[in-house]
Antibody, heavy 118, light 108 residues
Framework: QVQLVQSGAEVKKPGASVKVSCEASGHTFSSFTLHWVRQAPGQSLEWMGWINGGNGITKYSQKFQGRITITRDTSANTAYMELSSLRSEDTAVYYC???????????WGQGALVTVSS | DIQMTQSPSSLSASVGDRVTITCRAS??????LAWYQQKPGKAPKLLIY????LQSGVPARFSASGSGTDFTLTISSLQPEDFSATYYC?????????FGPGTRLEIK
């Protein structure tokens, strides 16, 4: 069965960077796009960007442009999301999600809590 | 960016009730809309895609309709497992992908 397993919780200081991983299994990694969606405490969901598992093409939300980098390692069936220049407002649970169809998210990782605090 | 709104923001109902949640897009999105259910501490779960298609494994008491800017999600007979959840709509028409603010469903 399809599974997305993310790395663990992180605590970072303002100005630092964080890199979250998402290991996929149960499907052909190169056949799908993997997206990153975050959720601040008590808030709705916010789309951040995606990577094509096959060709590595990325697309980012304008909001995060310049601070976000999404990469993948096809040999490890893993995608990575790195967010730099962290501030307290970046405290959130970060999810990876597989997209199907037009862009619907049918499988999600378990989430990784990133806390930004001095 | 396409803004998504939902109403109501919260809802109290009883087991067996029929409830409807509304989602509105700030511009036309054809039928490119999904609905998710999220329980506390868990990732969202896809319920409906392309406005009215039921995701595999989702009970038939969930249904949805709409196109253009106005959409609805209906749960025909609430079950205990439907409560303590937040329901989100998501537009897939264009990037950036955007989600509604959510509707919290609680037991009366």
């Amino acid at each position: 069965q399809v599974q997305l397993v993310q790395s663990g919780a992180e605590v970072k200081k303002p100005g630092a960077s964080v890199k979250v991983s998402c290991e996929a299994s149960g499907h052909t990694f190169s056949s799908f796009t993997l997206h990153w969606v975050r959720q601040a405490p008590g808030q709705s969901l916010e789309w951040m960007g995606w990577i094509n598992g096959g060709n590595g093409i990325t697309k980012y939300s304008q909001k995060f442009q310049g601070r976000i980098t999404i990469t993948r390692d096809t040999s490890a069936n893993t995608a990575y999301m790195e967010l730099s220049s962290l501030r307290s407002e970046d405290t959130a649970v970060y999810y990876c999600a597989r997209a199907v169809g037009k862009t619907y998210f049918d499988y999600w990782g378990q989430g990784a809590l990133v806390t930004v605090s001095s | 960016d396409i803004q998504m709104t939902q109403s109501p923001s919260s809802l109290s109902a009883s087991v067996g009730d029929r409830v409807t949640i509304t989602c509105r897009a700030s511009q036309g999105i054809s039928s490119w809309l999904a609905w998710y259910q999220q329980k506390p501490g868990k990732a969202p779960k896809l319920l409906i895609y392309t406005a009215s298609s039921l995701q595999s494994g989702v009970p038939a008491r969930f249904s949805a309709s709409g196109s253009g800017t106005d959409f609805t999600l209906t749960i025909s007979s609430l079950q205990p497992e439907d409560f303590s959840a937040t329901y989100y709509c998501q537009q897939a028409n264009s990037f950036p992908i955007t989600f509604g603010p959510g509707t919290r469903l609680e037991i009366k």
